[in-house]
């Protein structure tokens, strides 16, 4: 378990980080339900409270549905820098990619995968050195086709994200995969209504692969 | 992992089951939310639908707030034999100590320690040649005080829970245990504000004792 | 045109064709907005309203979300034969379909395809010859990819509902059909947020269908 | 089809273009409801998708309810200008007339002809250069009767709008026109309750008349 | 002033005499509100009490919104003959009319001229021998031009009203001339939306009639 | 009938003048309901439009509920002068009492009858030469006893508005005075529940008060 | 203090005593808020569980808002003996009288003193042989004056309830006195809007009245 | 009684003191409900008006949820000094310790003792010149075994309390050993669902505590 005790870990991202967190800042108590959301997030808080209370790690959300990477960089101050994080998780692009296949005639609210990069590499410069450490989540689609064209967009923004990692010494955590290997055993219309907004399970399998990236599980 | 592919799973119990679950009956769809509820069961049925997808386990909710194990026998037909479990989880008895205690006032609430292991015993012979699998999980208070006079009732129905088990091969979950190891690095107040009813991290106790229990984590 | 003055029209279905309209009967008033729902059968009666006013053709909804082809079985009295419609028009059979593969635990939620192809031959059969003409239109998934299993699967039911179609002397209407041609220049993700319900463009897309199977476009 | 492929284009009006559009700006999506509204906008927008998808037009609207020619002025800026559209459609007049008429001891709330057309005519003047096509509609009220006073008065307003599309080159749409049609199968009560605001069948005539117009039908 | 001292005086009719009353039964109590609605009732409820404290009269509503003759019929015997009224006033035909040309094709909806009349005459020949005192009130539309179809229509309605009058010693109440009056200053659009349900000033105008009616103003 | 022909007339006062009327002026439209208040005000105004159609008189409502003289006057600028009223009428001075007698202990609520008086008299100075009419109607209490202290001493303030009345050449409305002869026939209990907000017979009953005062009854 | 440990009480009566209790029974728990309401049965069992917890008195209410005594005699069975209680608590009479002065036109809903005073004492027959103690407590009107009607005919209610009192050796609580001494130092204004609903300090006035009758005070 | 005629008695705390008071300023009044909220600060003033009604004590309440000594400090003078209490009774210190054991995590949020001492004393130091008299409560904890450790803490915040009040000469209200007599009878299920926030009985428990300190009881 690579997270230290007395730790405080801050997750950003969109709506999946985000599920209903509390505003200005969600934070996991043990006993209070909403203020994490109900997502990963909370499958993390959860397990690690359970498994690892002596450890005493403090877990906060500032997860905002809809954004892409050019909304993070827009609030990076108050939301990240400001509080201050030992470790830091980032998940974002879901949007930056979906927003070019269901808006196609909106290009302005997508995020091109240069301007992409170029973001979290820059997020990440600024915010690294302040840090105990870094993780870094790819984007994803529950779609089992890898040629279907949004699948195989995402998957360039999952390889532009694992290439900062490694630059970045990030813990890097392959969403993507994750997916792929629950999509061998269930249609995608089990888990997923819109192939990107999963319920329980699939926030579970988003945790576990978080858990087994910092070598919790 | 002791639960076999394609096997239906029942819970049963108090408001720590039901935790707002659908009526009739809250069954865990992997893309949906509320159906089992916000507790330890949607916990244990996203856990084995991410850990174990390929075993294909439906879980089912039939657990109502406030429920005595008097309440259980009423509804015992329509909530558990119609529903043919191959396995089935019974926790039950908090409110039947609670009430001995926070309605001193109104004995007909409570249900005695004789009334309770006969009750709860008889439901198990009823049922048990049935089941693949039969797992009984104890009451508990989320109280570190042994002498507390509530947290002291509560272990003699612990107990009771702890011999039934014996008697019917069940799996025996001992959540006061869980609760106790917890309890050790928190206070009770944050675990849960009434000292029953717990937060993300002690639902998350329960189910990991769970999955102990059917030897899945 | 093929609808004659002065018939009334009725619409059978599940979620596609209720889109909200009113109960127990949804009728088109010029007028009047929710009555008919919000979906192609609004769409057909507005048209159907504004192009062919001298025409005078009641247009009725009694389509229902969630609805198999074994709903539509047990409600035929009381919402098809009782309102003795000149015109009938069924579109059925997604959620044969979909339950297959969003709910693979809970198997006796969907309609397999024999089941399904005698059920609503036998529907048309006990209903043809009161009838001035029959519609049926396949059910349809807005999936591009022909190999995904559930869009194959629908391509099966669809398949029985145009043989049916000939045997009843029906007209026939291809709506998957529709929706290919429309995929050629759509992603589904900008159709459809879980590529069953289709936005207003979907909608009249089915309507145009509709309209061009009774030469009304 | 007038409108050229990747062309945007915008509608502005009051209540009967607004019909609930989403603020500060609706935009057609094609899997989206409520954006655009429920009215002609929708209607348009949803044929434009479905019979011209490889055209890709973005519709946006911006019509308020209550609005007269007089609020058009004042938010023609941000509402128009700022949105650099490539067509542009105007329906206005209906409240400038009807307060008039459902007012008459209020006058500041009304617009008499010349304020109207000179309004009218210096918002064309100042934005006609930077179009590639200008759609002007007619306000119209749904009675027959063309003796009644404020039909009479709406009348003359629609010459207004006539003579300003001429100068400017604009696609004239006359829905009084379209009414009128309709009027003679129809009784004023079955289409509109006030004879202003019509149900999806009158909408859907105000539709097809704007398509019409830009030879789209 | 017409009405006895300590008479109860009942009102039956549609929407007009409705206007929210309290269910089963509006009774116009000084202190209170909404018991007989926000219409006419009310209205001539509190000029009655006002004006004539010491007659002491009574006055309560069972009008139904939506009703025709044909729904007075059949809840006749709850609503007036068990309420043993000593003064009853019937408004009823507006509905009977208007569904012939709101709803054109759904027919049923309407009550054709003589089902009308002979209803109406079978309700007045049941009761009026127990009554001190019978009001007839025609039903009105709020439309200027006589030779417009509905207006035309509703006039042979009020004419069968003043006929039933004649033969039942009822007070005969003018609803449309009282209208027409009005209407030489005012356009319909500044009575009622819909030509139908004026606003207070319309409602006062109906009072006023009644009122004069029975001698009271 | 004293208002002239085109006149537009401002009522101002505390919640027997507000009852709901709409923010920020309440205007009667005739085909409209709520717009000022369910009290006298629209009494007033039904009455004129039903009964002198011809005169057009414009009706707006600025009462505001729990209002002294002394809230008047700090909101005479934008409520009254900003206005333009050619009559205004003013009916203050319930709060001013009450609180004397509901709130005791906290003094600083009510208005003495000094500053009362003088408020009063320095708003009509201000006001009345720009007016073509002014109305001063009493404060009153719906209790048949005049030795009740409340009663007494909203007496006082009756007695002050007839002598500012009389210095300003304004129609004098003595509430208090027709509530007096109403209560010769009820109970207070049967006109308000709380002796001062009464249910529409006195809102009636002050609205004929009103109409005597400008000889329109 | 007269009431035995381990006794239980039950409040019968009409608002003053029902005050929004749970609904079928309302129970007072220590640790919970509405389920006696929030009037003087709430108080009373406040005081009692805080000064004499050693007493252990259970304490329930089934007052009923509106009720008469013809009420509680409809409903006696199942709201009284039914619950058996030790102790049993009566206040009605307010509705009895109060209709007569409110609704004066609906001599149906009020109930005249013969009937009245033979009703209670009926009731007080039938269960006086059950009990351990029985309480009558008058209705009261929060009125000064003496003379005042409704007052008068109030007092005379109270004199029956007196009487009764005596014949069944019951516990007698004059809230009308209790309301006469705080009528000294404050107008009825001060105490309740409707001179019936007390708010705080008038509930705690019977309540001290009900305690100083148990000696408990 | 130590509080003299025509006092005005301010109450300041956290969440025991507001109990959902009204903004700014709560206020008792005689015939009102919620405005000093549903606590103990509503039994003293009931209890006041009921049993001292000619001292004409005025009662308020600026107590807020969730506050800490560090709030009060931040709002004294608009909350305190600008409202010039004679009496102020102030108890705060619940959520300085109860942060410290149910949010471990966030120490922020939580005051510890040496902090806690000096804010209560500089604001006793800051006010207490003006007052007539000053009361100030322990904070307490529902907790019968003097061991637990949160309980063991706010003991030790108490006896600072203490302290400050025999400085100041305030009248010191041990609202704990109030509880602590409570507690031998009760089991705390019974009195508060979180050990902290009490029912109606704990309310009543600390106002009778209040009470007997200032003499009135």
């Known amino acids: 378990m690579r997270i230290q005790a007395n730790s405080n870990l801050l997750f950003i991202g ?3 980080t985000d599920c209903g967190r509390v505003r200005p800042v969600g934070e996991a108590n043990p006993w209070n339900w909403g203020e994490v959301g109900s997502g990963y997030v909370r499958d993390v808080a959860a397990i690690l409270g359970a498994a690892y209370p002596e450890r005493a790690i403090r877990v906060r959300n500032v997860g905002s549905s809809g954004n892409t990477v050019r909304d993070l960089a827009s ?6 820098t400001d509080l201050a994080p030992d470790w830091l998780s980032i998940m974002i692009g879901i949007n930056d990619v979906w927003r070019q296949f269901d808006s196609p005639l909106a290009p302005e609210r997508a995020v091109p995968l240069a301007e992409y990069s ?4 820059s997020l990440c410069h600024r915010t690294r050195p302040k840090l105990k450490g870094l ?5 994803f689609m529950i779609e089992a086709n890898p ?3 949004m699948r195989a967009r995402m998957d360039e923004y999952g390889a532009a994200v694992k290439e900062i990692s490694e630059e970045f010494e990030a813990v890097f955590v392959d969403t993507q995969a994750a997916f792929n290997a629950l999509l061998q055993h269930h249609h995608p219309a089990s888990i997923a209504w819109d192939r990107i907004h999963p319920g329980p399970v699939g926030h579970m399998t988003i945790a576990r692969a978080f ?4 070598e919790a599980l």
Do not use: N, Q
Not at 75 to 80: A, F, S
């Open 118 to 121: 170029e973001t979290l590499w």
């Open 14 to 16: 969109d709506s999946i």
């Open 75 to 80: 609030r990076w101050k108050p939301d990240v």
């Open 147 to 149: 040629d279907d064209p």
């Open 211 to 214: 858990l087994r990236g910092i």
């Open 135 to 139: 993780v870094l989540m790819t984007p």
